[in-house]
Every structure is written in structure tokens, then in C-alpha cells.
């Protein structure tokens, strides 16, 4: 129970002053509600804002590193633009994966949408 | 705990609630709606990390483009009038657990390895479009060519796999 | 035209054709017509150019050779060899250059006649590229002047070979041609690989001149008069591949499952003379006995196809065992030293043999279309019995094929003539020179045997009457595009383009351009030498030429006699002897021969191995088996309760978690993302704790 008082202690100093971790940590959440939405809804659609929100966390991780880095350089910026870059076709062509379904399935729903079983 | 603290912990809050709206929520409006308080959220941790240009374009793109598409599937795909717009969830509980996992073990590793990293002196470039122009001009001008390509590759085949075919 | 000018424009005609097949392979079937104009206009532009380079090399450097080399690789000092670079180049003497025209002017006709022969044809831009390939592989065989360019020529001319028999590969029989065909070829292939090799090793350089040097200085392979015969017959072996000599023979009469253009341009013309070319450019290192064996091989093989010839009625196979029975002719002619006529006859073979393919060519397209017209898909277009009076019916077509038949058979006035009489004269020196009787004797008992199945062929196919008249009410003489090339031939094989003294007496152009080269063997090894040659064959000139004149026409009046005055019925002989009938009709049973000792000697090695492998082998294997098996009861019983008993368990088990896993193979993709999750973070623990 010591060592668990210790944590205890360190932890509570350190919370306050917003450092690296602090981004990493509300990154990982962001990551794992994304994850989760991918994973549980029906909903197509919600299935691609749940990929959005994983997104956004690993451009949170790339813009943190890159301000925390020793040198500030921009590396990590330009890996984020890239990143927005690569969502933004992504939603086009997802949005249009979706219509497609809807329009062959007459659902948006992924868990009807399992012919890949047979 | 200084402004700069305080102003963290305000935008965290945002982005992770509205986060946790568009996950729970049944209601597929309200997820849509709430999505936009995340971008917002995440836009304002940008700046804090002095990305403005990022924080901008995160609002122009997500917001503007991403969001709007978003709810543009939205309206396409459910029937406004009639059907209530509330969606379902499948396997949440081993869901939960597993997510769980997976956001503690992250944090945990984040605030282990980099719990005493702070913010380097200050100085370097204070505006960074001017930096990210030039970087994406010289040394990133072959991944940005291969982006406006993937872009236009995206556009086309975004609108061939959603037209609507005549005969079926 | 200066030296550089003349190799260039040598070059530009090696490589016309193969541009012409890089754009037909890749492009072809997009281009109007097919492309066929492309591949026609280039090998036709080739033959201009070749035109131009024979020409200059006559005019300008009769006597020199002009060689153009580049250094292929550089291995600079290899341990245990000393400096070895491998130089590859091409060179350019008069038989080159003659060779450039027959095969550029061959290989334009053919061109032109494929236009109308193969249109319609489903792969018609493909056979045109295909062409294009085969010209420019064989022009590398006649340009290089080291062995290995002439190798790497010598296998692409078969591959194209294959590729052409094959052209009709839905046809089992033509697909199993054209793999007989590479088969057979492989066996002189190798023979010409390991005297290559023998070479090599000798002389560290491929180039020909190098290696005639070194011999010329007493360098011999491996020191020994022996290994020097042996290596000449080994490059021989190559040629007997290649021109289809006994005992590699068999290959050719199959290959006629091709287009009959093909047979006409690679299998009479060009690419089974390479051999005879490969013996003319190695000439000089060939050593007596070395000759020996050529003449006696050609000796055989013109006697064993001409007999075969006699019997067949397939239009098509009648020429290829005639152009056997002529390559025989050539390279006898060669090994007994008639060198200049053994070339000369190669240039005029060439000639009329592919007029003789093309008209042949011409009277099958214009059978088949009769017999498609009247439906009949039974009687077998190619068949001489089913011909006959076509004479009318096709008189451009009749009457070149009576001037090919006249040039083939020796009649005066023709250039077959002028070639065959110098062949029979120079083997007729050889046998007074050496006692070697048998070779000019076979030289003119084939000559009239040529003259009796030639005018056979001619005499059923267009004279007489038809047997069934309303079959070839629609047989039409083909059109200008496949009769141009006939006429052009027919003319080709007239004697005033060879020597403008009909009687053979003075030599021709080519004789006075191709001379037969100084032996480079030690004397105690060569053959007679020109000098000595050229002394008896004047004096026995004049007797060969009377000779093969009545032979010739004695072959003549027999086949006439036979067939078209019907005084001797065919059958009656052909009954009185049977034995031999069937003997010719079935090749000599080559074919069953190679059956039965190659084929099945093969099989029966098979099934000696099977059987050393069932009882000796396995017997061991089964001794050591009884004895394992008296431990494998004991261990059984341990098996029976412990193993299988764990074993069960574990199967039971396993069904147990199948049960459970089988609820996970949902088809739904959020599932596989969470477990592809979950196991991301085991996987992290894992490695984490390790």
C-alpha cells in the first residue's frame, strides 16, 4: 500500500501542471471511445465517426510530440495535415460505401450487413 | 495551477464529454452534433500545442467538410419524417471491457514514459503556417503531390461508387 | 561506301526485323489491318538495304572481311585462366552477305503470301510478329562471327520454330509438332553446346577467326588430333539437328502442322539451311575424317528421305522429305569438300524449294475453300490423291510449280541445274580421290529418285483429271498478293540470275564470290586441298553432267510412265512389293524406332528403377519394418490406454472450444475489430512481461 501511496502522491502533484502526457492521456481516451464506437454501433455512419475520433486522437499524439520535441521541429505538423488529408477522402469514399449499402441492403445497419459470414 | 492549466482542463473536458455523447448517444443527430463540440475541443488542444494553422484547418475540414458529409449520410440514408433516428448498439459490454483496456493501458504507458517531459525552452518559429508551407514545398513535396493525387483518386471514386445505378 | 557504312547498314537490316516484332507483339492487333503492312514494310526495307550491303561487298571489298566487335563482358584476370573477355561482334564476308539477301528476299515473300494465306486467321498479328522474330534470329546466326551469338541465334530460330508449328495450338497434332520439334532439336543442341564448350576451354574466345588462328598456330583441344575431329563432329551434331539430318530427321515432316508460309520460310528455305550455313562457316577447322562424317551423314540422309519421298501423299510432306533429302545433298556436298557447290545449291534450293511450298500453299487454301464451299469436311485438302486436274483451274500456280519442279529435278536452263551438277561433279571427285564410291553413287541414284516423286507430285496434283468434278468446280487460282511471290521465285530459279552461261561450265557470280577457305587443321589431318580438288573435278565435270542429265530424266520418263500414260500401274508395283511399300510409307519406322528404343527405353529404365526401388529398396525397408513391429506391439498397448487416453482428452477439449470459438465467427466485422484489438493488447502484454 506504500508504493500505491507514493503513486498517489506523484500523481496528484503532477496533474496540474499540463505536460506531454497530459495531451497522450486525453489522446488515449479520445482513441478508445473511438474504438468502442467503432466496435458497437449499428449504424454505419456512426461507425465512421468513430473512425474519426481515432483520427483526431493520433493527431493529437503527432502535434504534442512534435511541440514537446527537443528541437520544435514541424515534422509532426505536416504528418497531421496529412493525416486531415487522408480523413477527408476517407469520409468521401466511406459516405459513399454507405449509400451504396443502403441503396443494395435497404439498411445502413453493419450487423444485417454480414454476407461476409457465408 | 496557471491560466494555461486551467484552459487545458476546460477544452479536455469538452472534447472527451462530447466524445463520450457521440459514442453513448442513441440518437444519431445528437452523436452528429456532439462530434462537433469534439472537433472544437480537439481545434482548441491545438492551439494550446501553438498548431494554429492546424486548429484552423481541423475547423475548416472537420467541421466544415467532414461533419457536413457526415450528416448529409445521415439525412440520405434514414427516413427523416417517419422513423424514429435512434440506432442500436451490439456487443457493448465485451466492447466496454476490451476499450477499457485499451484506454488505460495507453494512459498509463503515456503518463510512465513521459510524465516529466516538459514544454522546451521557448523560442523557435512562433507562426508555423509559413514553416509548414515551405516544409510541404521542399522536403514533403513528393507525399503532398502523392495526397492531391490520392484526393482526386478519392473524388472519383467516391462519386462512381455512389451514383445510382440506372437499371437496378 | 566506306567499311563503317557497309557494317551499319548490316545492322540497320539485323535490326528492322526485330523492331518490326517488338511493336507487332506489343501493339499489334491495335494497329489497322492488323499491322501485317508494318512487319512486310520492314523486312522489305531490310531487303532493300541487304540489296545495297551484297552489292557494295562485291563491288567494293571482295575479298576482305569486315568485323565490327564490342566487349560483352570483361572478367578481366580470372584465377586459374588468365585474362578472359568475351567479345561479340558481327562480320561481313560474302557468304554473309549472299545469306543476308536469300533470307531478307525469302522472308519478304513469305510476308507477302501470308497476307493472303493467313487472312481471317485468329492470331494473325502475332504470326506476322512471330515472322519478324524469326528473321532477326536468323540473321544473327548468319551475321555473328563468334559461336556464341551464333548460339544464342540458333536457339531463338527454334524457338520460333516452335512458336510457329504451334501457331494452330488448339490442333493437338500441331502442338505435339512443334514440342517434337524443340525435343529433337535439343539432341543436336547439345552436341553443338559441348563442342562449343571443348572450344572454349581451348581457346578462352568464342570468335571464329580467334579460334581458326589458334589452330592454324597447332593449337589443338586438349593437345590431341583426336579431340580436334571430335569437337568438328560435335558442332556438326548442332546442323543435324537443325537441317533435319539422319538420325534427327524425324522432326521435320511433323513440323508441316504449321502455316504452309511458315514451312515454306523456316523449314525449306532458311532455318534448317543455318545447319548447312554452320558447316560452311566451320569449315576450316573441320578435319578429314571429320568431313567424312558429314558426307556419309548427308549421303544417308538424302538417299533415306528420297526413298520416303516416293511413297507419301500428303502434298506437303512429299517437299519436307524432299528438303531433307536436299539439306542431305548440301551437306554431303560440303563434306566431301564441294564447298562453293554445296552453297550455291543452299542459295537455289532456297529458291525454288519455298516457290515449291508457296505453290503448294497456294493450292491448299484454294482446296480448302472449295471443299468448305461444298461442305465436305471429310477428304483431307492436303491429300495428292484427292487432287488432279488443277492445271486449269490454277495456271499461275501450275506453272511456276512446273518451273520449280524442272529447277528441283536438275533439267538445264534452270538454276537447280547449274547447283546439283557441281554437287554431283565435286562428289564424284571425292569418291576418285578417296575410293569413297558409295557417295556419288547415292549423289545420283537420289538425283533421279528426286526427278521421279517431283514430277509424281506434279502429275497427280494438276494433271489428268479429277476424279470427282463438282468437288472442285470452286477451286480459284489465288489472289495477285500470293501469286506475286510465286512468279517472283519462278523467275528466281531460272539460270541467268546465277551465271549467264547455262552450261555450268564457267563459273557463276557466286562461285567467284564464295570460295572454299584454306583448312586451318595440320596437313596431316586435312582433307585434299582446294588445288588438288579443283584439278579432278575438272576432269570428271563433264561426265557427272551427262550422268545426272540421263538420271534425271530417266526419273522423269518413270513418273511420267506411271502416272500419266499409266503404263505400269503404281498399285501392281506397289503390291508386287509390298514389304517395301509399307516400309517407305511408314518412314523407314523411324518414328516407331524411336517408339520403341528412346521412348520406351526410357520407360523401361523407369519400371528397372520401380523395381529395384520395390525389392531391394523396400525390402530393406520392410526388414527394418518386422522388426519395429515387435516393438510397436509392446508400445501399442501403451498407446491403446495412456496416449490414446491423453489424446481423447485433448480432442474432447478441443470440441469443447470450437463449441465456444464457433459463437465468434459472426461474419460481422465490428467483431473482428475487437478482437483484432484485443489481441493488440495481448500481444503488448505479452512482450511487455517477457
Same mark, same amino acid.
Given at each position: 500500500?506504500?508504493?500505491?501511496?507514493?503513486?498517489?502522491?506523484?500523481?496528484?502533484?503532477?496533474?496540474?501542471? %499540463?505536460?506531454?502526457?497530459?495531451?497522450?492521456? %486525453?489522446?488515449?481516451?479520445?482513441?478508445?471511445?473511438?474504438?468502442? !464506437?467503432?466496435?458497437?454501433?449499428?449504424?454505419?455512419?456512426?461507425?465512421?465517426?468513430?473512425?474519426?475520433? %481515432?483520427?483526431?486522437?493520433?493527431?493529437?499524439?503527432?502535434?504534442?510530440?512534435?511541440?514537446?520535441?527537443?528541437?520544435?521541429?514541424?515534422?509532426?505538423?505536416? !504528418?497531421?495535415?496529412?493525416?486531415?488529408?487522408? !480523413?477527408?477522402?476517407? !469520409?468521401?469514399?466511406?459516405?459513399?460505401?454507405?449509400?451504396?449499402?443502403?441503396?443494395?441492403?435497404?439498411? %445502413?445497419?453493419?450487423?444485417?450487413?454480414?454476407?461476409?459470414?457465408? | 495551477?496557471?491560466?494555461?492549466?486551467?484552459?487545458?482542463?476546460?477544452?479536455?473536458?469538452?472534447?472527451?464529454?462530447?466524445?463520450?455523447?457521440?459514442?453513448?448517444?442513441?440518437?444519431?443527430?445528437?452523436?452528429?452534433?456532439?462530434?462537433?463540440?469534439?472537433?472544437?475541443?480537439?481545434?482548441?488542444?491545438?492551439?494550446?500545442?501553438?498548431?494554429?494553422?492546424?486548429?484552423?484547418?481541423?475547423?475548416?475540414?472537420?467541421?466544415?467538410?467532414?461533419?457536413?458529409?457526415?450528416?448529409?449520410?445521415?439525412?440520405?440514408?434514414?427516413?427523416?419524417?417517419?422513423?424514429?433516428?435512434?440506432?442500436?448498439?451490439?456487443?457493448?459490454?465485451?466492447?466496454?471491457?476490451?476499450?477499457?483496456?485499451?484506454?488505460?493501458?495507453?494512459?498509463?504507458?503515456?503518463?510512465?514514459?513521459?510524465?516529466?517531459?516538459?514544454?522546451?525552452?521557448?523560442?523557435?518559429?512562433?507562426?508555423?503556417?509559413?514553416?509548414?508551407?515551405?516544409?510541404?514545398?521542399?522536403?514533403?513535396?513528393?507525399?503532398?503531390?502523392?495526397?492531391?493525387?490520392?484526393?482526386?483518386?478519392?473524388?472519383?471514386?467516391?462519386?462512381?461508387?455512389?451514383?445510382?445505378?440506372?437499371?437496378? | 561506301?566506306?567499311?563503317?557504312?557497309?557494317?551499319?547498314?548490316?545492322?540497320?537490316?539485323?535490326?528492322?526485323?526485330?523492331?518490326?516484332?517488338?511493336?507487332?507483339?506489343?501493339?499489334?492487333?491495335?494497329?489497322?489491318?492488323?499491322?501485317?503492312?508494318?512487319?512486310?514494310?520492314?523486312?522489305?526495307?531490310?531487303?532493300?538495304?541487304?540489296?545495297?550491303?551484297?552489292?557494295?561487298?562485291?563491288?567494293?571489298?571482295?575479298?576482305?572481311?569486315?568485323?565490327?566487335? @564490342?566487349?560483352?563482358?570483361?572478367?578481366?584476370?580470372?584465377?586459374?585462366?588468365?585474362?578472359?573477355?568475351?567479345?561479340?561482334?558481327?562480320?561481313?564476308?560474302?557468304?554473309?552477305?549472299?545469306?543476308?539477301?536469300?533470307?531478307?528476299?525469302?522472308?519478304?515473300?513469305?510476308?507477302?503470301?501470308?497476307?493472303?494465306?493467313?487472312?481471317?486467321?485468329?492470331?494473325?498479328?502475332?504470326?506476322?510478329?512471330?515472322?519478324?522474330?524469326?528473321?532477326?534470329?536468323?540473321?544473327?546466326?548468319?551475321?555473328?562471327?563468334?559461336?556464341?551469338?551464333?548460339?544464342?541465334?540458333?536457339?531463338?530460330?527454334?524457338?520460333?520454330?516452335?512458336?510457329?508449328?504451334?501457331?494452330?495450338?488448339?490442333?493437338?497434332?500441331?502442338?505435339?509438332?512443334?514440342?517434337?520439334?524443340?525435343?529433337?532439336?535439343?539432341?543436336?543442341?547439345?552436341?553443338?553446346?559441348?563442342?562449343?564448350?571443348?572450344?572454349?576451354?581451348?581457346?578462352?574466345?568464342?570468335?571464329?577467326?580467334?579460334? @581458326?588462328?589458334?589452330?592454324?598456330?597447332?593449337?589443338?583441344?586438349?593437345?590431341?588430333?583426336?579431340?580436334?575431329?571430335?569437337?568438328?563432329?560435335?558442332?556438326?551434331?548442332?546442323?543435324?539437328?537443325?537441317?533435319?539430318?539422319?538420325?534427327?530427321?524425324?522432326?521435320?515432316?511433323?513440323?508441316?502442322?504449321?502455316?504452309?508460309?511458315?514451312?515454306?520460310?523456316?523449314?525449306?528455305?532458311?532455318?534448317?539451311?543455318?545447319?548447312?550455313?554452320?558447316?560452311?562457316?566451320?569449315?576450316?577447322?573441320?578435319?578429314?575424317?571429320?568431313?567424312?562424317?558429314?558426307?556419309?551423314?548427308?549421303?544417308?540422309?538424302?538417299?533415306?528421305? /528420297?526413298?520416303?519421298?516416293?511413297?507419301?501423299?500428303?502434298?506437303?510432306?512429299?517437299?519436307?522429305?524432299?528438303?531433307?533429302?536436299?539439306?542431305?545433298?548440301?551437306?554431303?556436298?560440303?563434306?566431301?569438300?564441294?564447298?562453293?557447290?554445296?552453297?550455291?545449291?543452299?542459295?537455289?534450293?532456297?529458291?525454288?524449294?519455298?516457290?515449291?511450298?508457296?505453290?503448294?500453299?497456294?493450292?491448299?487454301?484454294?482446296?480448302?475453300?472449295?471443299?468448305?464451299?461444298?461442305?465436305?469436311?471429310?477428304?483431307?485438302?492436303?491429300?495428292?490423291?484427292?487432287?488432279?486436274?488443277?492445271?486449269?483451274?490454277?495456271?499461275?500456280?501450275?506453272?511456276?510449280?512446273?518451273?520449280?519442279?524442272?529447277?528441283?529435278?536438275?533439267?538445264?536452263?534452270?538454276?537447280?541445274?547449274?547447283?546439283?551438277?557441281?554437287?554431283?561433279?565435286?562428289?564424284?571427285?571425292?569418291?576418285?580421290?578417296?575410293?569413297?564410291?558409295?557417295?556419288?553413287?547415292?549423289?545420283?541414284?537420289? /538425283?533421279?529418285?528426286?526427278?521421279?516423286?517431283?514430277?509424281?507430285?506434279?502429275?497427280?496434283?494438276?494433271?489428268?483429271?479429277?476424279?470427282?468434278?463438282?468437288?472442285?468446280?470452286?477451286?480459284?487460282?489465288?489472289?495477285?498478293?500470293?501469286?506475286?511471290?510465286?512468279?517472283?521465285?519462278?523467275?528466281?530459279?531460272?539460270?541467268?540470275?546465277?551465271?549467264?552461261?547455262?552450261?555450268?561450265?564457267?563459273?557463276?557470280?557466286?562461285?567467284?564470290?564464295?570460295?572454299?577457305?584454306?583448312?586451318?587443321?595440320?596437313?596431316?589431318?586435312?582433307?585434299?586441298?582446294?588445288?588438288?580438288?579443283?584439278?579432278?573435278?575438272?576432269?570428271?565435270?563433264?561426265?557427272?553432267?551427262?550422268?545426272?542429265?540421263?538420271?534425271?530424266?530417266?526419273?522423269?520418263?518413270?513418273?511420267?510412265?506411271?502416272?500419266?500414260?499409266?503404263?505400269?500401274?503404281?498399285? /501392281?508395283?506397289?503390291?508386287?512389293?509390298?514389304?517395301?511399300?509399307?516400309?517407305?510409307?511408314?518412314?523407314?519406322?523411324?518414328?516407331?524406332?524411336?517408339?520403341?528404343?528412346?521412348?520406351?527405353?526410357?520407360?523401361?529404365?523407369?519400371?528397372?528403377?520401380?523395381?529395384?526401388?520395390?525389392?531391394?529398396?523396400?525390402?530393406?525397408?520392410?526388414?527394418?519394418?518386422?522388426?519395429?513391429?515387435?516393438?510397436?506391439?509392446?508400445?501399442?498397448?501403451?498407446?491403446?490406454?495412456?496416449?490414446?487416453?491423453?489424446?481423447?482428452?485433448?480432442?474432447?477439449?478441443?470440441?469443447?472450444?470450437?463449441?465456444?470459438?464457433?459463437?465468434?465467427?459472426?461474419?460481422?466485422?465490428?467483431?473482428?475489430?475487437?478482437?483484432?484489438?484485443?489481441?493488440?493488447?495481448?500481444?503488448?502484454?505479452?512482450?511487455?512481461?517477457?
Amino acid at each position: 500500500m506504500g508504493s500505491l501511496g507514493s503513486f498517489w502522491n506523484e500523481f496528484s502533484a503532477w496533474l496540474p501542471h %499540463v505536460q506531454l502526457a497530459h495531451f497522450l492521456i %486525453v489522446s488515449a481516451i479520445l482513441f478508445a471511445l473511438g474504438i468502442y !464506437a467503432i466496435a458497437t454501433r449499428r449504424n454505419a455512419i456512426m461507425v465512421l465517426m468513430g473512425v474519426e475520433l %481515432v483520427l483526431n486522437a493520433a493527431n493529437i499524439n503527432f502535434i504534442a510530440f512534435s511541440r514537446y520535441s527537443t528541437d520544435m521541429n514541424f515534422d509532426g505538423q505536416v !504528418a497531421a495535415i496529412f493525416v486531415i488529408i487522408l !480523413a477527408a477522402a476517407e !469520409a468521401a469514399i466511406g459516405l459513399a460505401i454507405v449509400l451504396n449499402i443502403y441503396h443494395r441492403f435497404q439498411t %445502413v445497419n453493419v450487423d444485417e450487413v454480414s454476407s461476409l459470414k457465408e | 495551477m496557471q491560466l494555461f492549466d486551467v484552459v487545458f482542463y476546460v477544452f479536455a473536458l469538452i472534447t472527451i464529454l462530447s466524445g463520450c455523447v457521440v459514442v453513448f448517444s442513441k440518437n444519431i443527430i445528437y452523436a452528429a452534433f456532439s462530434l462537433l463540440f469534439t472537433f472544437f475541443g480537439v481545434a482548441a488542444l491545438y492551439v494550446l500545442l501553438h498548431a494554429d494553422f492546424l486548429a484552423v484547418t481541423q475547423i475548416l475540414i472537420y467541421v466544415g467538410g467532414i461533419l457536413v458529409l457526415l450528416l448529409f449520410g445521415v439525412m440520405l440514408t434514414n427516413n427523416v419524417i417517419s422513423v424514429e433516428m435512434k440506432t442500436g448498439t451490439i456487443q457493448a459490454i465485451p466492447a466496454l471491457i476490451i476499450v477499457a483496456i485499451v484506454a488505460g493501458t495507453l494512459a498509463g504507458l503515456s503518463y510512465s514514459t513521459w510524465k516529466g517531459v516538459a514544454v522546451p525552452a521557448p523560442g523557435g518559429p512562433q507562426t508555423t503556417t509559413g514553416t509548414l508551407g515551405q516544409m510541404l514545398m521542399t522536403s514533403y513535396v513528393i507525399p503532398f503531390e502523392i495526397a492531391s493525387v490520392v484526393l482526386l483518386v478519392a473524388l472519383i471514386g467516391a462519386a462512381m461508387t455512389a451514383r445510382r445505378h440506372r437499371n437496378s | 561506301m566506306a567499311q563503317d557504312t557497309l557494317l551499319t547498314v548490316a545492322l540497320a537490316v539485323l535490326l528492322l526485323p526485330l523492331a518490326a516484332f517488338t511493336v507487332m507483339i506489343f501493339a499489334g492487333k491495335r494497329l489497322p489491318r492488323q499491322g501485317d503492312w508494318l512487319s512486310t514494310s520492314a523486312i522489305a526495307a531490310a531487303l532493300i538495304l541487304a540489296g545495297t550491303v551484297l552489292y557494295g561487298k562485291l563491288t567494293l571489298y571482295h575479298a576482305d572481311t569486315l568485323a565490327l566487335n @564490342f566487349t560483352w563482358i570483361d572478367f578481366h584476370d580470372v584465377p586459374g585462366l588468365g585474362p578472359l573477355r568475351i567479345v561479340l561482334g558481327i562480320a561481313l564476308d560474302n557468304l554473309t552477305a549472299i545469306m543476308l539477301v536469300v533470307v531478307t528476299l525469302i522472308s519478304t515473300l513469305v510476308h507477302l503470301f501470308s497476307i493472303g494465306y493467313m487472312g481471317g486467321d485468329i492470331r494473325y498479328s502475332r504470326y506476322f510478329a512471330y515472322l519478324g522474330l524469326f528473321s532477326f534470329s536468323m540473321l544473327v546466326i548468319v551475321l555473328a562471327n563468334n559461336l556464341f551469338l551464333l548460339y544464342v541465334g540458333w536457339e531463338l530460330v527454334g524457338i520460333c520454330s516452335y512458336l510457329l508449328i504451334g501457331h494452330w495450338y488448339e490442333k493437338k497434332s500441331a502442338s505435339n509438332a512443334a514440342i517434337k520439334a524443340f525435343v529433337v532439336n535439343r539432341v543436336g543442341d547439345f552436341g553443338f553446346f559441348v563442342g562449343i564448350a571443348i572450344l572454349f576451354m581451348t581457346f578462352h574466345t568464342f570468335s571464329l577467326s580467334e579460334i @581458326f588462328d589458334g589452330i592454324r598456330g597447332g593449337h589443338l583441344p586438349f593437345g590431341s588430333d583426336w579431340w580436334l575431329t571430335v569437337s568438328g563432329v560435335l558442332l556438326f551434331c548442332g546442323a543435324v539437328g537443325k537441317s533435319a539430318q539422319f538420325p534427327l530427321h524425324v522432326w521435320l515432316p511433323d513440323a508441316m502442322e504449321g502455316p504452309t508460309p511458315v514451312s515454306a520460310l523456316i523449314h525449306a528455305a532458311t532455318m534448317v539451311a543455318a545447319g548447312v550455313y554452320l558447316v560452311a562457316r566451320l569449315f576450316p577447322i573441320m578435319t578429314a575424317d571429320a568431313l567424312l562424317v558429314i558426307a556419309y551423314i548427308g549421303a544417308i540422309t538424302a538417299f533415306i528421305a /528420297a526413298t520416303i519421298a516416293i511413297a507419301q501423299n500428303d502434298i506437303k510432306k512429299v517437299l519436307a522429305y524432299s528438303t531433307i533429302s536436299q539439306l542431305g545433298y548440301m551437306i554431303m556436298a560440303l563434306g566431301a569438300g564441294a564447298y562453293t557447290a554445296g552453297f550455291f545449291h543452299l542459295v537455289t534450293h532456297a529458291m525454288f524449294k519455298a516457290g515449291l511450298f508457296l505453290g503448294s500453299g497456294s493450292v491448299i487454301h484454294a482446296m480448302h475453300n472449295a471443299l468448305h464451299h461444298a461442305d465436305d469436311h471429310e477428304t483431307d485438302p492436303q491429300d495428292i490423291r484427292n487432287m488432279g486436274g488443277l492445271r486449269a483451274k490454277m495456271p499461275v500456280t501450275f506453272w511456276t510449280f512446273v518451273v520449280f519442279t524442272l529447277a528441283i529435278s536438275g533439267v538445264p536452263l534452270t538454276s537447280g541445274f547449274l547447283s546439283k551438277d557441281e554437287i554431283l561433279a565435286g562428289t564424284l571427285a571425292f569418291g576418285s580421290l578417296t575410293g569413297h564410291v558409295i557417295i556419288p553413287l547415292t549423289g545420283f541414284l537420289v /538425283a533421279g529418285l528426286t526427278a521421279f516423286y517431283m514430277f509424281r507430285l506434279v502429275i497427280l496434283t494438276f494433271l489428268g483429271e479429277h476424279k470427282d468434278a463438282n468437288r472442285i468446280t470452286h477451286v480459284h487460282e489465288s489472289g495477285l498478293v500470293m501469286t506475286l511471290p510465286l512468279l517472283v521465285l519462278a523467275a528466281l530459279s531460272v539460270f541467268i540470275f546465277y551465271s549467264v552461261d547455262p552450261s555450268g561450265f564457267t563459273p557463276g557470280w557466286i562461285a567467284r564470290a564464295v570460295e572454299r577457305p584454306e583448312s586451318t587443321v595440320p596437313l596431316r589431318l586435312a582433307a585434299p586441298s582446294a588445288g588438288v580438288f579443283e584439278e579432278v573435278l575438272g576432269h570428271v565435270h563433264l561426265t557427272a553432267m551427262l550422268l545426272s542429265l540421263s538420271v534425271a530424266g530417266l526419273g522423269m520418263l518413270a513418273a511420267f510412265a506411271t502416272y500419266y500414260w499409266k503404263k505400269i500401274s503404281a498399285d /501392281a508395283v506397289a503390291r508386287a512389293l509390298a514389304p517395301v511399300h509399307a516400309f517407305l510409307l511408314n518412314k523407314w519406322y523411324f518414328d516407331e524406332l524411336y517408339q520403341a528404343v528412346v521412348v520406351n527405353g526410357v520407360l523401361g529404365l523407369a519400371a528397372l528403377l520401380r523395381w529395384v526401388d520395390t525389392w531391394i529398396v523396400d525390402g530393406a525397408v520392410n526388414g527394418a519394418g518386422r522388426v519395429t513391429r515387435g516393438v510397436a506391439f509392446v508400445s501399442g498397448k501403451f498407446d491403446t490406454y495412456v496416449v490414446d487416453g491423453l489424446v481423447n482428452f485433448s480432442a474432447y477439449l478441443s470440441g469443447f472450444f470450437g463449441l465456444v470459438l464457433r459463437k465468434f465467427q459472426t461474419g460481422r466485422v465490428q467483431t473482428y475489430v475487437l478482437f483484432a484489438v484485443l489481441g493488440v493488447m495481448v500481444f503488448y502484454f505479452i512482450f511487455r512481461l517477457v
